[in-house]
């Protein structure tokens, strides 16, 4: 038994990983906001605003941890995600018509994190009050890219034309938070209406750094023929604010629940990591609305749909706001694990052009599974795959790599006016520890 449980310690303490977008960390520059929800949430598509019922789901909404159980619980929350990146440059034929994507760079990158929270909650006749910290990333900056710059030379099926220099975009750094939440319950029992309501606040801390390496590596091949020099920029910030959400909950009916969760926008103080500058970042407001429906049936079967609205103009008039979909659905089979499935419908921030929204939605589908292991100890497991397709600019503009000598014939490589494109594919596993006393 000892040996079960160190393998499963190991191999959730050995998976907290994130490997992020170039898209939120270097063009936006505002990073990835994590949301460390439970695998029974992340396993019903993200949902979880109306009667969450897993310690983490107070990050959806802070009144679902009125809806905890009596005592002490506490739960560790793992990811691993996998994150493919493709980037194509456009192609044209003789005639300047559109044919096709050739992929120039692809990228594939894993970084880890932790979260932890502990919760107590204590019942005085029809009121309930329960207290949690947590610590936890907020934002994440990591995201890393590598490209090759080969020149013109001819080449065969045995020989590539040689490199003439690396690429490097290197971003890391995380703002983590030190959260602190409270609700209060209402209870009614033997009610069929509203028989349970909770209220919460979360009010979080947040500290973090951001560093940012972008390198351009001249091969021996390349100095040998001009005279080089590499190139290394670096920039970083420190930051540190302070954010709260507030959240309702209620079970209206035997059969519905609903929930509410607002998070007003917040400005983070940044300064500048090589010299004394300072400044402010804001981020945005949203709000978020749950439902839960639980049909008569045979099994024990749970419904849930949480619409979610981010406020992105309160960050740049360029960004339009967004509304985000989650979709889930739980079924308990009787003496047997549950069956989890979902689906999310989240669109990035993006700018208009000409006054022409350029949405960027990532699809995802999502299923998951929980058991007990033993006692009061719980494995929760969840899995996601998502997808991205979006328009940018080269990161290495190739008019930079326009030296005499390393090109054949009377080529000059020019900087492309036409913008990338780049796919991207998340795989997410999702695993928690979770003790109930």
């Not at 977008?21 to 929800?37: A, I």
């Not at 029809?126 to 013109?152: G, M, T």
Request: hydrophobic share 40%; charged share 20%.
């Amino acid at each position: 038994m000892k040996n079960i449980f160190l393998s499963i310690l190991l191999i959730c303490f050995a998976g907290h990983i994130f490997a992020y977008s170039l898209y939120e960390n270097y063009e936006l520059g505002l990073g990835k906001q994590v949301d460390l929800l439970s695998p029974r949430s992340a396993g019903m598509g993200g949902t979880g605003t109306a009667a969450g019922s897993e310690l983490m789901d107070k990050i959806i909404n802070p009144a679902n941890l009125g809806f905890l159980q009596d005592g002490l619980t506490a739960q560790f929350v793992f990811d691993v995600t996998q994150l493919e990146e493709n980037r194509s440059m456009p192609m044209f034929n003789f005639f300047d018509s559109y044919v096709a994507d050739a992929t120039y760079a692809s990228n594939t990158n894993f970084f880890t994190d932790l979260a932890i929270a502990l919760a107590y909650k204590m019942r005085f006749g029809d009121i309930s009050v329960a207290a949690s910290l947590d610590y936890k990333p907020f934002i994440n900056f990591n995201a890393y890219y590598e490209e090759q710059v080969r020149n013109n030379e001819g080449s065969d099926n045995d020989n590539y034309p040689p490199i003439l220099a690396m690429n490097y975009l290197e971003s890391e750094g995380d703002i983590y938070s030190y959260g602190f939440t409270t609700a209060f319950s209402y209870h009614r029992d033997y009610e069929d209406w509203f028989s349970k309501s909770a209220l919460g606040i979360n009010i979080n801390m947040l500290n973090g750094e951001h560093r940012l390496e972008r390198k351009i590596i001249w091969s021996e091949y390349a100095k040998d023929i001009a005279v080089l020099n590499d190139v290394e920029d670096n920039s970083g910030y420190d930051y540190d604010a302070v954010n709260f959400s507030l959240g309702l909950t209620s079970d209206i009916s035997r059969r519905v629940s609903a929930g509410l969760m607002y998070a007003p926008g917040f400005t983070m103080n940044f300064e500048d990591a090589f010299s004394d500058a300072e400044g402010e970042a804001d981020y945005p407001a949203v709000l978020r609305a749950g439902i839960q429906f639980k049909p008569r049936n045979m099994l024990r079967t749970s419904f849930h749909f949480d619409l979610e609205m981010v406020n992105w103009s309160d960050v740049s008039d360029f960004y339009d706001n967004v509304m985000n979909y989650y979709l889930g659905v739980e079924h308990v089979f009787p003496h047997t694990v549950p069956l989890r499935l979902g689906f999310n419908y989240v669109t990035s921030p993006s700018s208009s052009v000409d006054d022409i929204p350029s949405p960027i939605v990532i699809p995802s589908i999502t299923a998951g599974t929980g058991f007990k292991i033993h006692g009061d100890l719980f494995l929760d497991l969840s899995g996601e795959f998502s997808h991205r397709k979006y328009e940018t600019m080269d990161l290495f503009p190739d008019g930079y790599y326009d030296h005499q000598g390393l090109w054949s014939g009377t080529y000059n490589p020019q900087t492309r006016t036409e913008t990338d494109t780049v796919r991207e594919y998340y795989i997410q596993l999702k695993s928690s520890l979770t003790f109930k006393w």
